[in-house]
Nanobody, 125 residues
Framework: QVQLVESGGGLVQTGGSLRLSCAAS????????MGWFRQAPGKERNIVAA?????????YYANSVKGRFTISRDNAKNTLYLQMNSLKPEDTAVYYC?????????????????WGQGTQVTVSS
């Protein structure tokens, strides 16, 4: 079992930055591929970024966030990060981190085994 707790969400103006964190506990964090997803009201939950368990494979980014968001992980601290720069109102959503047991980078929500409770990000125009 893996427990995931997101933090770092909040209200920010257009063009601002936030850094989300996802603290993991339970089984060996370093053996899990990790992802960030987001869900806006009335919309599906979609992938934002994903990273492999060793970080050796290039991370994946959704086209909408490429060049603005950076996913990273610190296996020594059992923590996943999402640095979000140049935020736009369309980035407003609840952001979730997720863990997938195994190698590789994973893009689909139904591939993931564990989920956090989510953190709200609101970007004002």
């Amino acid at each position: 079992q893996v427990q995931l707790v997101e933090s770092g969400g909040g209200l920010v103006q257009t063009g601002g930055s936030l850094r989300l964190s996802c603290a993991a506990s339970g089984r060996t964090f370093s053996r899990y591929g990790m992802g960030w997803f987001r869900q806006a009201p009335g919309k599906e939950r979609n992938i934002v970024a994903a990273i492999s368990w060793l970080g050796g494979t290039s991370p994946y980014y959704a086209n909408s966030v490429k060049g603005r968001f950076t996913i990273s992980r610190d296996n020594a601290k059992n923590t996943l990060y999402l640095q979000m720069n140049s935020l736009k109102p369309e980035d407003t959503a609840v952001y979730y981190c997720a863990a997938k047991n195994g190698v590789g980078v994973h893009y689909y929500s139904d591939e993931y085994d564990y989920w956090g409770q989510g953190t709200q990000v609101t970007v004002s125009s």
